[in-house]
């Protein structure tokens, strides 16, 4: 590990101790403790950072999130017991934001089937690790589709109008929009469950297994996540 850029280290770290330490950046949502809400959201930053997230297509669904999360702390601002608890809300805020960064780091750091191996060697059911590999493989394809459909209709006028008219229009460009996608998507299934059949596809056959290095990368990782769940299930038993 000694050497290596972080960037590096991160990638190398075996999907199954991802998949850990993702679960334990979840488990923010059950504690109240600030310092370890702190420590959570900091270290997940960080893998954020050092995965190359902030250089992916995803931050673009940052602009969504930081709409979310202002909602959350208005919301938690008056939700609040006491009047214009500002700790409070930032408390909120802290715990989803540690969610949402190292949920996107987990998927910039690991591939669809390096997370399907993680999930089998959890002894996860075949069907649900199966339909979920397909999921994330269809997640381009549908982006593809929705704008070759969007330039389709860009080009036969649907978006014209602008201002209050065009936002009049919104659910009509949105069933024009979903009617074809959900269309596209079906005949994509069909196709493919064909193409299963013909080769002989068989759900329940035993696949190979990942083996599990124990490197000081993924020890550290681990110890961290352990400790992590446990100051979290700790804190949310005795308070």
Not at 167 to 174: A, D, G, Q, T
Not at 175 to 187: R, S, T, V, Y
Not at 205 to 226: G, Q
Request: glycine share 4%.
């Amino acid at each position: 590990m000694i050497g290596k850029p972080l960037h590096d280290v991160v990638y190398e770290l075996d999907p199954r101790v991802k998949l850990i330490w993702l679960i334990s950046c979840s488990s923010v949502y059950f504690t109240d403790d600030k310092l370890l809400i702190s420590v959570i959201t900091l270290v997940a930053a960080a893998m954020f950072i050092f995965s190359g997230a902030h250089k992916t297509i995803y931050m673009k669904a940052f602009y969504y999130i930081f709409i979310f999360l202002i909602a959350l702390f208005l919301l938690a601002m008056t939700e609040s017991t006491e009047k214009m608890n500002v700790i409070y809300a930032l408390t909120i805020i802290s715990k989803w934001l540690a969610i949402s960064i190292s949920s996107i780091a987990f998927f910039v750091m690991t591939k669809p089937f390096e997370l399907m191996t993680a999930l089998r060697s959890f002894r996860v059911p075949e069907e649900f690790v199966f339909s979920l590999g397909i999921g994330f493989r269809f997640i381009p394809i549908i982006f593809e589709a929705a704008d070759k459909i969007l330039m389709a209709q860009k080009a036969r006028g649907l978006y014209s109008g602008k201002g209050f008219r065009k936002i009049l229009r919104l659910p009509m460009v949105i069933k024009a929009l979903i009617i074809p996608l959900i269309i596209e998507m079906l005949n994509r299934l069909w196709d493919m469950w064909l193409a299963l059949m013909i080769r002989g596809f068989d759900l329940g056959k035993s696949r190979k297994r990942m083996k599990f290095e124990l490197s000081a990368s993924n020890l550290t990782v681990l110890i961290y996540s352990f400790a992590i769940m446990a100051a979290c299930a700790a804190n949310c038993f005795l308070t």
